[in-house]
């Protein structure tokens, strides 16, 4: 199992930015895919973007063109660039590592989540 722990999260007024950092543990970060996933209250937990071993990229339709997963593998760090941010963009967000990314999709291994940080965009 791998350590998560998610960072960046806040306060933000509409239309701007926030980076988000999930740092992992463990040597074989390298060879994980990542997703970035979030859940907003009452609904169900959804995958935002998703970046492959290679860094192939995969995202939701209602983030794409604002958002940018990317990793740093020398960091053991995978990154949520967000962009354009609006209150629908309000939720916790959540890392998971060492996921199955097959066919431009992203299925998260339920045992490696991290613990989640909150963002919030004010209208």
């Known amino acids: 199992q791998v350590q998560l722990v998610e960072s960046g999260g806040g306060l933000v007024q509409a239309g701007g930015s926030l980076r988000l950092s999930c740092a992992a543990s463990?040597?074989?970060?390298?060879?994980?895919?990542m997703g970035w996933f979030r859940q907003a209250p009452g609904k169900q937990r959804e995958l935002v973007a998703a970046?492959?071993?290679?860094?192939?990229?995969n995202y939701a339709d209602s983030v794409k063109g604002r958002f940018t997963i990317s990793r740093d593998n020398a960091k053991n760090t995978v990154y949520l660039q967000m962009n354009s941010l609006n209150p629908e963009d309000t939720a916790v967000y959540y890392c998971?590592?060492?996921?199955?990314?097959?066919?431009?999709?992203?299925?998260?291994?339920?045992?490696?989540w991290g613990q989640g940080t909150q963002v919030t965009v004010s209208s």
């Open positions: 463990g040597s074989t970060f390298s060879s994980f895919a």
């Open positions: 998971n590592a060492d996921g199955t990314y097959f066919n431009g999709r992203y299925y998260p291994r339920v045992d490696n």
């Open positions: 970046i492959s071993s290679r860094g192939s990229t």
